[in-house]
Nanobody, 126 residues
Framework: QVQLVESGGGSVPPGESLRLSCRFS????????IGWFRQTPGKEREFVAG????????IYADSTEGRFTMSRDNAKNTVDLEMNSLKTGDTAVYYC???????????????????WGRGTRVTVSS
């Protein structure tokens, strides 16, 4: 059974940084693609960043490209999301998600992921 646990959320002023982590429990971590999503009340979950199981270059949403960096450590079963130059619009609950049946064209779709963490809250406010 796959379990995902996010950590690292918090409250920071605009312009600051946070680093989120996602710990994967289960078998064959390197076969899973991982995605980061975020959600605010009343809105759909929004894709933030994603990385395939074999690593490679992560992909990002237009709103996070250049500010966020996603990485994975297959030896430690973890995925990190470094978030820099945070804006008030980045305020949300952030979730990591996993799938071992993901196709590249679905990487940005929340429906393509089968396992989800409970989320970690990020608040960007002055």
């Amino acid at each position: 059974q796959v379990q995902l646990v996010e950590s690292g959320g918090g409250s920071v002023p605009p312009g600051e940084s946070l680093r989120l982590s996602c710990r994967f429990s289960g078998q064959a971590f390197r076969t899973y693609s991982i995605g980061w999503f975020r959600q605010t009340p009343g809105k759909e979950r929004e894709f933030v960043a994603g990385i395939k199981g074999n690593g490679g270059r992560p992909i990002y949403a237009d709103s996070t490209e250049g500010r966020f960096t996603m990485s994975r450590d297959n030896a430690k079963n973890t995925v990190d999301l470094e978030m820099n130059s945070l804006k008030t619009g980045d305020t949300a609950v952030y979730y990591c998600a996993a799938s071992n049946r993901l196709i590249t064209s679905s990487q940005r779709l929340s429906s393509a992921y089968h396992y989800w963490g409970r989320g970690t809250r990020v608040t960007v406010s002055s």
